[in-house]
Each structure stands twice: as structure tokens, then as C-alpha cells.
């Protein structure tokens, strides 16, 4: 079994033993979901951000890791999202299985005092989802806490941190970044690659040049493909109409 199935598979089976509304056998029910989507967002604490958010996202065998980052009233948003390898994915993925992130329980205080910085954790699984929220994931005694959260870091710094590994394929000032919103919301992919993401999506990395972006939205079934030019070290934003 390839290493992305069995990783998707054991996290799958945790979620089955975990959540007894899923009535169904150990294992079974992610090998057929559509759908896998793990957050992990930090509450205002000691930071200079107001909030943080990983967002991990698979579907139909393409995964995104997103991060974004907020400052406090209106000093501004953050936000950058990446493709993961089948082999980064299947390695977090096995991470956050090992780590039992769909069946930790909420603790939000450490060794009995408040916490300083909390996370809220969520974790969907087609109809079936699991939340915990944690107190300061790193001074926790019970070590999964802090080994969840910086499986979605390492992830998101693979991707889109300052280290991303796509700029190993990418030389300085030959990529740029696309934005992509639309009315009403629809799925995107890019030079037909699923983002396994709907749109607004922000800080996709690209190679400088034309590129290829597809819309469509399941409700309506209007699908529609778009051209782009994105230019060296900008943002370029493709904001469409698609009735």
C-alpha cells in the first residue's frame, strides 16, 4: 500500500475507534471519504499576532497546508498556502495519527494554573468531526499535544515558511504569488492541480509567468477557466464573477 494510503488509513482508523457516532468498522471510513480537514488555531495570549491558524486539507487525493496570521484591529492578515507532497503529506498525516489527534481531549490549564496561549483543534472526517482545545500545547506534560501542533508547523514551514522547499525549485525572483476569489465560492485548480481548496484562496506560490486557473462550483455547476500572468515577487488577484 502506497505510503500517502496507509498513512490517510491509520489516521482514519484512530477516527473510527474515536467517535462512536460513526458506526461504522476500524479503519474503513476514511479509505472512502472525500474529505480530511485538521485546524489548529491559536486564541489571543502572548504573541504579537491575535491569532494563528494551520489549516491541512485533503481531498481527492491533493493536499493544501495553509497558514495565516492575524494582527490585532486593523493592522493586517497574513496568509500563504502550499501543495504537499504525497510524501510530506503521508508523513504528516502519520504524525498527527501517532500523536492521536482525533481522540485527545480538551485541557486547558497546565499543572493546575491557567494557560497562557490556547489552541482550538478541530478535525473533520466527511460527517464526523472531533474538537479539543489546548493550553499552551509546549508546556504540557502529555507530550501529543505539542508533537499535533508542530506536525501542522513543520508542515506549513516546509510549504510556505521562510525555508519553503519550493524555493528550492524556484531561484530568487523567478515566483510570485496568486490570489484567487470568486462569486459564488467554488473549488480551484491551478494549471490542473486541485488545490483541494475553495476559493477565497490567498498566497498560492507560483513560478513567474502564464498560468492556468479552473472554477467550478458543485451547486451550480457553472465551471469556468481562466488565464493569468503572475509577476515576479507580487501577488496577483483573480476576483471573477462566474454567473
Keep these: 500500500m502506497p505510503r500517502l494510503a496507509s498513512a490517510i488509513l491509520l489516521l482514519g482508523s484512530l477516527f473510527a475507534a474515536s467517535s462512536a457516532a460513526a458506526q461504522e468498522p476500524r479503519g474503513a471510513g476514511l479509505a472512502g471519504a472525500q474529505e480530511v480537514r485538521v485546524t489548529a488555531e491559536s486564541r489571543p495570549g502572548l504573541s504579537p499576532w491575535s491569532s494563528v491558524r494551520y489549516t491541512l486539507w485533503v481531498r481527492e487525493g491533493s493536499a493544501t497546508i495553509s497558514v495565516t496570521k492575524d494582527l490585532a484591529g486593523e493592522f493586517g492578515t497574513t496568509r500563504r498556502v502550499g501543495l504537499l507532497s504525497e510524501a510530506s503529506l503521508a508523513r504528516t498525516l502519520g504524525l498527527l495519527a501517532g500523536c492521536e489527534v482525533e481522540a ?7 499543572r493546575g494554573k491557567v494557560a497562557k496561549q490556547a489552541w482550538d483543534f478541530t478535525v473533520q472526517r466527511g460527517g464526523a ?115
Design 104 to 110: 485527545l481531549p480538551s485541557v486547558e490549564r497546565v
Design 129 to 243: 468531526e472531533h474538537r479539543f482545545v489546548v493550553g499552551d500545547p509546549e508546556l504540557q506534560d502529555d507530550r501529543r499535544y505539542r508533537r499535533c501542533l508542530r506536525a501542522l508547523e513543520e508542515a506549513a514551514d516546509e510549504v510556505v515558511g521562510e525555508l519553503s522547499f519550493r524555493d528550492t525549485f524556484f531561484e530568487p525572483g523567478t515566483f510570485g504569488y496568486l490570489q484567487v476569489l470568486s462569486t459564488p465560492t467554488a473549488q480551484v485548480w491551478v494549471d490542473d492541480v486541485d488545490m483541494a481548496s475553495q476559493s477565497p484562496i490567498y498566497g498560492i506560490r507560483l513560478q513567474t509567468g502564464v498560468h492556468t486557473v479552473r472554477l467550478f462550483d458543485r451547486d451550480s455547476g457553472l465551471d469556468r477557466t481562466y488565464s493569468v500572468h503572475v509577476l515576479d515577487d507580487v501577488t496577483t488577484n483573480l476576483d471573477v464573477e462566474l454567473w
